[in-house]
T-cell receptor
Framework: GQNIDQPTEMTATEGAIVQINCTYQTSGFNGLFWYQQHAGEAPTFLSYNVLDGLEEKGRFSSFLSRSKGYSYLLLKELQMKDSASYLCAVRGGYSTLTFGKGTMLLVSP | GAVVSQHPSWVICKSGTSVKIECRSLDFQATTMFWYRQFPKQSLMLMATSNEGSKATYEQGVEKDKFLINHASLTLSTLTVTSAHPEDSSFYIC???????????FGPGTRLTVT
């Protein structure tokens, strides 16, 4: 089976750095994705990790440790528009994506 | 980038009626399309996976006779919610895969409300 855990909510201040953690137990592993989803909208792709280590893309970075079943999404220089839900998703053995419940991030001034 | 459209973006229907939702890949051919359902403050739950020209594979707990999926072409998949009930009210999102692991694109979603 698949189990993906991430915090339900987080708050942070504009300009700050926030780290959103994700742990997973899955049958098979073919990569971990992070998506951003604003309310009432479809998810948009942020990052993809299949090998251990850090992937950096502008203000967003994502880290993966396959042996620990652990990933995090790091958001730097937070902006108000970063307030959204962040979804951790794992592609398992059958190549389908399983999503975590999402972490609602609220950025305050 | 690749674009996936859904139609309608929102729909209200009466209990007992059927509703069809279309998912189209606009500028690429989708080898596989996925249908997800998302309840408020919940994650996306995969309902079914469909490949063009073959029967959809449904996830456990999803009634295939209630949620009819037709993947008629490489650019179009439809989800029909038959005999809709208020508990079917949800946000339905389709996703289309072009090929590689990163090439999965999401539609804008369809908000279904059953009264």
């Amino acid at each position: 089976g698949q189990n993906i855990d991430q915090p339900t909510e987080m708050t942070a201040t504009e300009g700050a750095i926030v780290q959103i953690n994700c742990t997973y137990q899955t049958s098979g592993f073919n990569g971990l994705f992070w998506y951003q989803q604003h309310a009432g909208e479809a998810p948009t792709f942020l990052s993809y990790n299949v090998l251990d280590g850090l992937e950096e893309k502008g203000r967003f970075s994502s880290f993966l440790s396959r042996s620990k079943g652990y990933s995090y999404l790091l958001l730097k220089e937070l902006q108000m528009k970063d307030s959204a839900s962040y979804l951790c998703a794992v592609r398992g053995g059958y190549s389908t994506l399983t999503f975590g419940k999402g972490t609602m991030l609220l950025v305050s001034p | 980038g690749a674009v996936v459209s859904q139609h309608p973006s929102w729909v209200i229907c009466k209990s007992g009626t059927s509703v069809k939702i279309e998912c189209r890949s606009l500028d690429f051919q989708a080898t596989t399309m996925f249908w997800y359902r998302q309840f408020p403050k919940q994650s996306l739950m995969l309902m079914a996976t469909s490949n063009e020209g073959s029967k959809a594979t449904y996830e456990q707990g999803v009634e295939k006779d209630k949620f009819l999926i037709n993947h008629a072409s490489l650019t179009l998949s439809t989800l029909t919610v038959t005999s809709a009930h208020p508990e079917d009210s949800s946000f339905y999102i389709c996703s289309a895969r072009a090929g590689g692991p990163l090439e999965q694109y999401f539609g804008p979603g369809t908000r279904l409300t059953v009264t």
